[in-house]
């Protein structure tokens, strides 16, 4: 399935946030933001599920290239907090 259009217009204004793990990868792992934004708006929906926790109505697992072609795992949902964001929860190198 397709990245939904509302995800693309918010990550390509970067109107996103991360969780506290998310930035933790982001400090330590191998793949940089531009990565992680470039899997966002070039990748697929592996699969759409609706938000236990109920902060968003789904989330999503996208799976995408990075810039190298490498593809990035990625969780997230779109949240109301100051506006729309999209709220990455985890991401890494998919298997």
């Known amino acids: 399935m397709r990245v939904p259009e509302e995800i693309i217009y918010l990550v390509e204004r970067d109107f996103l ?27 697929y929906v592996r699969k759409k ?12 697992t996208i799976i995408g290239p990075a810039r190298s072609g490498e593809a990035i795992y990625s969780c997230g949902k779109i949240v109301r907090r100051h506006g729309k964001q999209y709220f990455i929860i985890t991401f890494h190198e998919a298997e």
């Open 17 to 43: 946030i991360f969780s506290q793990k998310a930035e933790h990868l982001l400090e330590i792992g191998r793949f940089s933001f531009d990565d992680l934004k470039h899997s966002l708006l070039n990748g």
């Open 49 to 60: 599920e609706r938000d236990e926790i109920g902060e968003a109505r789904y989330k999503y």
